[in-house]
Each structure stands twice: as structure tokens, then as C-alpha cells.
């Protein structure tokens, strides 16, 4: 959901144009990609929970970075390198959901699992931007973008902290190491 209202900080609140903005989208792809090449090494050794929370967490460090760079006094390259934290985070949790759902999964039940978690995944995504669309209109209505921006990135901040706290319940197995080639 966060991922949603960086390039909106960077040109609405902070005045960039949307050249700058892709710079934060570009650090997060960027290094949403390290994390998944993080991830795959530390899969067979991580129980995938941990990658999970691990993840989620660095997620969160992410938003707090974006919610910081809204004041004027932070520099823009917070919102950069913060979102850039973000989706290296996001790289980390991940996969290992799929994974975990699917090899939970009883036999011949992985189509519904899977069906179950597309839909999770987007019914997630929808309520995180329309949730925090309500809160940037808000703001805006009040005459005050930031703080519509900042309550969507505090929402999904948080979001990001109670689903680090519920990893605990994720299955304590470790995802299988990949086959060699």
C-alpha cells in the first residue's frame, strides 16, 4: 500500500517532478530484486518465518523513512534510500509466503491455496489504496496534503508491524534449497 503514495510525496509534498519520484520506485525494484536473490540463499538455512518478519520489519523501517521525508528539513534522499529499504524488504517476505502456503497445502488442494492467496494479496492491495486514498483526501480537503500522505503511510507502516507480529504463527518449516543446476 505504501508503495502506492511515495511517488505522490516526492511531487506533491515535496515538489519533485516525476522524474525524481521514479528514482525511489527504481531503488525500491532494484533492491526488492536484491532481497529476492537474499532470500533464495538464505531459504534453506532461514525457517521462512523469519524471512517473513524479517522482511515485514525492514518494510516498515522503509515507510518510516518515507513518512520522515514529508518534512521540508529531511533530505529527499531519505524518501529514496527509504523506499529503496522498503522493497529490499519487500524482496525478503515475499516469495517465502507462496512458498509456505503452497507447500502447506495438502495434496491436490494447491489450486485453492493458491487462489486463496492471489485473492488475499489483492483484496490487500485494494483496501491499502483505498484506505489510504480516504486518508490522502482527507488531507487534502484540509488543506493538507502531508498529512494525508503521512496517515496512509502510517496505516500501512503499521499494517506492516501487526503482520511481522502474526508471522509468528507461520510455520516454523524451512523452505526446501533450491535443486543445483
Known amino acids: 500500500g505504501a508503495d502506492t503514495y511515495v511517488p505522490l510525496a516526492v511531487t506533491s509534498v515535496r515538489g519533485q517532478s ?26 534453506a538455512d532461514w525457517p521462512g518465518r ?41 524482496g525478503l517476505a515475499y516469495s517465502p509466503i507462496s512458498l509456505i502456503v503452497l507447500g502447506e497445502a495438502p495434496s491436490g488442494q494447491e489450486g485453492v491455496a493458491s487462489a ?11 483496501l491499502g489504496a483505498g484506505l489510504g486514498g480516504v486518508l490522502v483526501a482527507a488531507g487534502a480537503v484540509a488543506g493538507r496534503p502531508s498529512a494525508g500522505i503521512g496517515g496512509a503511510f502510517a496505516m500501512t507502516a503499521g499494517v506492516a508491524l501487526l503482520a511481522a507480529m502474526l508471522a509468528r504463527r507461520v510455520p516454523r518449516r524451512t523452505i526446501p534449497a533450491p535443486d543445483p543446476p
Open 18 to 43: 516525476t522524474a525524481v519520484a521514479s528514482l525511489a520506485v527504481t531503488a525500491a525494484t532494484l533492491a526488492w530484486t536484491a532481497g529476492s536473490w537474499v532470500q533464495e540463499r538464505k531459504a
Open 116 to 126: 486463496s492467496l492471489q485473492l488475499a494479496e489483492n483484496l490487500g492491495v485494494a
Open 50 to 90: 523469519r524471512l517473513i518478519r524479517v522482511g515485514l520489519l525492514i518494510v516498515a523501517a522503509g515507510i518510516a523513512c518515507e513518512a520522515a521525508a514529508l518534512h521540508p528539513a529531511v533530505p529527499l534522499a531519505v524518501a529514496v534510500a527509504g523506499w529503496a529499504v522498503g522493497g529490499f524488504g519487500i
